[in-house]
């Protein structure tokens, strides 16, 4: 069992950058895939990014590539997600979650989801 928290969102410019956080209690942590996904209101969740149990492997959506970064700690049981050169068109929920595939960007492959944290991007 894996219980996720998010934090770290909030309201900033066009422009500016954000660090959302997800803290993961269990000692199974360090063996799950981690990924950041978002929803707008009115659309479907969205991938963002995951990254590999050792934090080796990354991947991102077409529409962050280039400007948001996903880390882990292991030791910290965190998952970060780095958001720069944010758009409006980036304001959603962003959702933390955690899965055992890598390379799955859908939904229904993770398995532990957290209760999500707004970002705001003014124009």
């Known amino acids: 069992q894996v219980q996720l928290a998010e934090s770290g969102g909030g309201l900033v410019q066009a422009g500016g950058s954000l660090r959302l956080s997800c803290a993961a209690s269990?000692?199974?942590?360090?063996?799950?895939?981690m990924a950041w996904f978002r929803q707008a209101p009115g659309k479907e969740r969205e991938f963002v990014a995951a990254i590999s149990w050792s934090g080796g492997m990354t991947y991102y959506g077409d529409s962050v590539k280039g400007r948001f970064t996903i880390s882990r700690d292991n030791a910290q049981n965190t998952v970060y997600l780095q958001m720069n050169f944010l758009k409006p068109d980036d304001t959603a929920v962003y959702y933390c979650?955690?899965?055992?595939?890598?390379?799955?960007?859908?939904?229904?492959?993770?398995?532990?989801w957290g209760q999500g944290t707004q970002v705001t991007v003014s124009s």
């Open positions: 979650a955690a899965g055992p595939r890598w390379g799955a960007r859908t939904t229904s492959a993770y398995t532990y």
């Open positions: 269990g000692r199974t942590f360090s063996s799950y895939t």
